[in-house]
């Protein structure tokens, strides 16, 4: 029989903090490789965290600092090498001038696609090697997570 391990105050084992670490750990790994088999070793995986973000319609400098947990400044930092590497285009607000509308350019685009095609791919890899069971749970229990981590977002 299996030894359960021990629970803190909140109700979870103390294990599972570690688990989720180590599958971060993973999952930064799977997109560093990608950027390099992709040969897009230039871009740092920071950087290619903003650009996924504007992908998927988080682009605006003030959600991808909290986003990102870091400050204005840090972010305009960011933005301006993108911008300068040719992935990025920055231009004021139609309606309101002092904010900073960003876009990917199509460069930019190709090389979000194409590094998360890796991903997946590599993701669909390990996926297969596990039971349908454990896939189905996964699943269900990535979306509760999420869910929690908007919420926890959204209150800070």
């Known amino acids: 029989m299996k030894k359960e391990a021990p629970h803190k105050a909140g109700g979870f084992p103390e294990e599972l903090e570690d688990q989720i670490l180590n599958a971060s750990r993973i999952m930064v790994n799977i997109l560093a490789e990608s950027l390099l088999r992709e040969r897009e070793e230039q871009i740092t995986v920071p950087q290619f965290r903003v650009l996924d973000m504007i992908h998927n319609h988080i682009d605006k400098p ?5 986003m990102l947990g870091i400050t204005p400044p840090a972010v305009t930092s960011l933005l301006e090498r993108l911008e300068e590497k040719g ?6 607000g139609r309606e309101d001038r002092r904010r900073v509308e960003l876009a990917l350019t199509p460069m930019g685009e190709r090389l979000v696609r194409k590094v998360n095609a890796h991903r997946k791919r590599y993701l669909k890899a390990v996926l297969e090697r ?3 069971e454990a896939r189905r749970d996964l699943e269900r229990s990535l979306r509760e997570f999420v869910s ?9």
């Open 87 to 92: 992935c990025l285009r920055r231009t004021p």
């Open 130 to 132: 596990m039971n349908a």
């Open 62 to 66: 003030a959600q991808i600092a909290a």
């Open 148 to 156: 929690a981590y908007i919420r926890a977002k959204e209150g800070s």
